[in-house]
């Protein structure tokens, strides 16, 4: 296939098709989800837990998300790459998230994303106007988990939603392409999807009515041991292998048959 644009994104968004995201951290797995037809891989500060066996992603640094964007973009050929900026990488100032950026897209990111609403509409805006395309994180972020006190749903109160609306709308006008909507209410993402046409609303935990999906790679191929959040779904289960689990996953957020409404939603 043709190696995916932003371009190309939007054009699949305008027409209705569903996004579908996973992520990734090495090479020879972007090789298989490239090649299932995922079309975004995701290098998510969420390797310092399933990689590193940390308890939060707050210890990974903006070196080890480079080194794994390397990886993933020597195995991939075609799928739109999107690489996390860690915890204490862009928060400083807008100019420290340019630097963190460059290192990103230097590594062979395509797109950064960055946590928060409020404050980080102006690092977007700076990033965006010097060319660089950003995917924002609202609802559950999780390098805020300490001031949350623990990874719950948020925006289930009528103020909590309306701060998130705001910040959506804030990031949307600052030029944000993407927004991955985390552990929010379903009614609230088909909201925020609804009002922000121009924005490529990511779910996850969030239901069906985004514009994609993305889930962690080693939660849906079974890999993860514990208590999995109820968003997740196995999909080894129904599967003789790591390529048909992922073909799967394209197949069913392409097709809407997941999230399922009732089991993986709040
Ligand atoms: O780090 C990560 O894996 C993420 C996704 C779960 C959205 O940010
Ligand atoms: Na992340």
Redesign the pocket.
């Given at each position: 296939r043709k190696p995916l644009t932003l371009h190309r994104l939007r054009e699949m968004h305008a027409a209705g098709e569903k996004i579908a995201m996973l992520?990734c951290y090495d090479s020879s797995f972007a090789r298989l989800l490239d090649d299932a037809g995922v079309d975004c891989l995701?290098v998510?500060?969420?390797?310092g837990m399933v990689l590193q066996g940390q308890s939060s992603?707050l210890p990974v640094t903006l070196e080890e998300v480079a080194y794994h964007t390397r990886a993933v973009a020597r195995g991939n050929r075609s799928a739109w790459l999107i690489a996390?900026l860690p915890f204490g990488s862009y928060q400083e100032s807008k100019e420290q998230a340019l630097r963190s950026s460059v290192e990103l897209m230097r590594a062979g990111a395509q797109m950064v994303?960055l946590e928060g609403g409020g404050w980080t509409a102006e690092a977007v805006d700076f990033l965006v106007q010097r060319g660089i395309p950003v995917c924002a994180?609202l609802g559950l972020t999780?390098q805020s988990v300490h001031a949350f006190g623990g990874y719950r749903v948020q925006g289930r109160d009528e103020s909590g939603a309306a701060v998130l609306k705001r910040h959506a709308a804030e990031l949307a006008d600052a030029g944000a392409a993407m927004l991955?909507l985390?552990l929010v209410p379903s009614a609230l993402a088909e909201e925020v999807s609804a009002s922000n046409p121009g924005l490529m609303t990511i779910g996850?935990g969030a239901g069906p009515v985004c514009a994609g999906q993305?889930?962690?790679l080693h939660d849906m191929l079974n890999v993860t041991r514990g208590k999995l959040p109820r968003f997740v779904r196995n999909f080894m289960a129904d599967a003789s292998s790591i390529d048909e689990a992922v073909r799967a996953y394209v197949r069913d957020v392409k097709n809407g048959r997941f999230p399922d409404p009732q089991l993986h939603t709040y």
């Open positions: 992520t995701l998510g500060d969420s390797l992603t996390d994303k994180h999780p991955v985390e996850i993305v889930l962690v």
